[in-house]
């Protein structure tokens, strides 16, 4: 019935790593490739993804390793098991930055939530705009003056500037209005289907 927001990525590594910015960090990365290992959260997961696309940008590849959850790949991030991740905003904005490296935000734009941390455009890689987003649905067959009701609910809802607020502080951006209808949310998820399903197809990965 609406989208109702996204949040992207951010490309972290552990503290020791050399590379101080997105470009020395893909340079190390080519060097290093066979010793490199990243994290995510399931085969298939933003995570995950967000890394095959990174190799895909980048040219080569590394060990992926896989987790119960995101705070348990973060663990051994911390503890210097792994050597990158791809992780959100919320897993990441207690530590400082001698406990990791934040090197790019998967986006176009900054987080309002973390304006210091450039975009991967802005870094060396343009174009990688990776989100996990939001989306409200009805049963299919749910008659149109219901889902019309809903959407305006929602579309007043994102509007309110306490709950603007409260979203941002999460890293979770809201889409303009012209993007909170139904047949926008539909488009939204045919362009992000056919965006994802040959990188998912080409990387082999299976439902679990």
Known sequence: MALLGSSPNLIVARSTVPANDL?????????????????????????????????NKIGVRWQFVPYRGGALAMQDLLGGRIDLLCTGLGSSSMLSSEQIKRYAVTAA???????????????????????????????????????????????????DLTVRQRLADLAVEIPPIEQQTPEALALFQKAETEKWWPIVKSANIKAE
């Open 109 to 159: 734009t900054r987080l309002v939530a973390a304006p210091e941390i450039p975009t991967v455009d802005e870094a060396g890689l343009p174009g990688l705009h990776i989100s996990a987003w939001y989306g409200l649905y009805a049963p299919k067959g749910t008659p149109q003056h219901i889902v019309g009701k809903v959407n305006t609910a929602i579309v007043s809802a994102l509007a």
């Open 23 to 55: 470009h020395e960090l893909m340079a190390w990365l080519k060097v290093n490739s066979e010793k490199v290992s990243q994290g995510h959260n399931g085969a298939g997961s933003g995570q995950h993804l967000c890394g095959i696309a990174l190799q």
